[in-house]
């Protein structure tokens, strides 16, 4: 077992892209989850031109990217190295899309909005958990 105060690149690393993914899977879910409520509510009112959910859904993904990118490069600030930083934010934003895109549509499918909710908390805990890893592995300071 190391010492806890001393510092773990490989921890700060994968809790960082953990944070990134998670987090901004979770946006991007919950936007997703906000899209298809306004679009219901359009289509109960019978007037689609005031449907805005395209530009919501543009916005919601840009938000997502900025938070899984945020995540990933703020979360691994104990990695001296700066490539390897920009590596760990890249990679947050990319499998946050991979993560919303792959998941989002068979949770939508198979418990409508309770689905989309239940994949946005999961996130949720998923990237607090990287977060807090990522903390630990910076050790004492």
């Known amino acids: 077992m190391t010492d806890p105060a001393e510092k773990d690149p490989l921890a700060i690393g994968l809790g960082a892209l953990t944070a990134g993914i998670g987090l901004g899977a979770a946006c991007i879910t919950a936007v997703l989850l906000l899209v298809q409520l306004l679009q219901r509510a359009a289509q109960?009112?019978?007037?689609?031109?005031?449907?805005?959910?395209?530009?919501?859904?543009?916005?919601?993904?840009?938000?997502?990217?900025?938070?899984?990118?945020?995540f990933?490069?703020?979360?691994?600030?104990?990695?001296?190295?700066?490539?390897?930083?920009?590596v760990v934010g890249v990679l947050s934003v990319f499998g946050a899309l991979?993560?919303?895109?792959f998941f989002t549509i068979p949770a939508r499918q198979l418990l409508g909005p309770a689905g989309l909710v239940l994949l946005?908390?999961?996130?949720?805990?998923?990237g607090v958990a990287g977060s807090r890893w990522a903390i630990q592995g910076q050790g004492k300071r």
Do not use: K, Y
Request: overall charge negative.
């Open 44 to 70: 109960g009112n019978g007037d689609p031109a005031v449907d805005m959910s395209g530009d919501l859904l543009i916005a919601g993904l840009i938000a997502g990217i900025a938070i899984a990118a945020l």
């Open 98 to 101: 991979a993560v919303a895109f």
């Open 72 to 86: 990933g490069w703020r979360r691994s600030n104990g990695v001296e190295n700066l490539w390897q930083r920009g």
């Open 120 to 126: 946005a908390a999961i996130m949720v805990i998923i």
